[in-house]
């Protein structure tokens, strides 16, 4: 297959050499491809927030064809910088030579974000690494509801945190798929995610070479669906300011999990919605709508700093975590917190517990609003939906612990 790239490449390498700079020519194509493919994204649009979801996410998920490096591993690391010295030319070149899109983020700007993520996926490498400690007699292995690998003392009960002493399926029995897809049609955010695809409709939205809803139409949806309102209220702040539409929090929220279902599709310069067939069979509208809110849960892991919402509920079902207190003195210490380990912080430490149980609060409200959980003034419950996805998760993380 010919690479679309390869021109803009070419002429970065030669700007890279004339200029002085280090650029890999395989890593750029590699990225900019990727992005095309997996994000729609042209390689000159570079918005805020971007080199981030690059580093943390689009990169690490990444397995080079043909035996390469597997970059989600920690041996990744010198690869990572390479990647990321390589994006600071890319990046000057694009600017220098007037290729840099509209509503792209300032190269220094990027560069200072692409530092940041790397010193984050560095962080977490070594905090991983801290976690795990040589088996020694008397511990046992046990698996995180996000796949990870802990060592257990005898006795030790983690509540919620690990599914090795825990009957999985007595714990998240499997539930009657009308019962599940009720959830799903009370939950707000099935609304809200209705409402957009109702005003796309199946003639479509025009959208952006970025493929993203134009502008104009996407300050309408987000007036009208609340979104702003939404987020503000999930996450305690209001969205930061935004030009593109892949750039509001909230809407890419929406957009992309639906996107990524087929619900909406493009043709040509526009997006569509594409109805599902009516289904009869509850068990299949179930499926749809689990592959849905799977998509959707891969979209918010960073938003919250990590993930809760398996722990949460595997705890609840097996009455481990009772009350909000126990949720929170849970995921204080939780593998799955990425600000589990406060001693790491210093004296930062107590404004990132602060800030690490207003992220869980978000995390409850969040899958609650999805029809996850119930948060009542007797406790957390897991609905329907909840205990059936968690049992999804938990299955992809023991299958992804066995390859």
Avoid: C
């Amino acid at each position: 297959m010919n690479d679309p790239y390869e021109l803009l490449t070419t002429h970065a390498v030669h700007w890279a050499e004339n200029a002085g700079r280090p650029l890999d020519a395989r890593l750029l194509s590699t990225v900019l491809n990727l992005r095309d493919a997996h994000d729609r994204t042209p390689g000159t649009s570079w918005p805020s927030g971007s080199a981030d979801h690059l580093i943390t996410v689009r990169w690490p998920e990444h397995r080079a064809p043909g035996g390469a490096p597997d970059h989600r591993t920690p041996g990744a690391a010198s690869d990572t910088g390479a990647l990321v010295d390589t994006l600071a030319t890319f990046w000057q070149f694009l600017s220098a030579t007037g290729r840099l899109a509209p509503g792209s983020a300032d190269p220094s700007d990027l560069v200072t974000e692409a530092r940041r993520a790397q010193e984050s996926m560095r962080a977490s490498r070594a905090d991983r690494a801290h976690r795990t400690r040589p088996e020694a007699a008397g511990r046992t292995k046990s698996v995180t509801p996000s796949g990870d690998q802990i060592d257990r003392e005898p006795g030790d009960t983690a509540a919620g945190a690990t599914v090795t002493d825990i009957d999985v399926q007595a714990a998240l029995p499997i539930q009657d798929p009308a019962e599940v897809v009720a959830v799903v049609a009370r939950s707000t955010y099935r609304h809200r995610l209705d409402g957009l695809l109702d005003a796309i409709g199946e003639r479509g939205r025009e959208v952006t070479s970025a493929g993203w809803l134009r502008p104009k139409f996407a300050a309408e949806i987000i007036a009208a669906l609340e979104i702003d309102e939404w987020v503000e209220r999930v996450l305690g702040s209001p969205p930061s300011p935004w030009r593109s539409a892949g750039d509001h929090l909230g809407l890419g929220l929406l957009f992309s999990p639906a996107k990524d279902v087929g619900l909406l599709d493009y043709r040509g310069n526009r997006v569509v919605h594409v109805p599902r067939p009516m289904q009869d069979d509850p068990a299949a509208r179930q499926a749809h709508e689990i592959a849905l809110l799977n998509r959707l849960h891969h979209h918010t892991h960073r938003l919250f700093l990590g993930d809760p919402l398996p722990g949460i509920v595997l705890g609840v079902q097996t009455d481990r975590l009772k009350t909000r207190a126990d949720i929170e003195s849970w995921w204080l210490q939780a593998p799955e917190n990425m600000f589990g380990d406060l001693e790491q912080f210093g004296a930062a430490a107590k404004s990132m517990r602060k800030t690490s149980i207003r992220l869980l609060g978000a995390a409850l409200l969040f899958w609650e609003e999805a029809g996850m959980l119930v948060d009542r003034a007797d406790g957390v419950q897991a609905t329907p939906l909840g205990i059936d996805f968690t049992r999804l998760l938990l299955d992809q993380a023991r299958r992804a612990g066995d390859a």
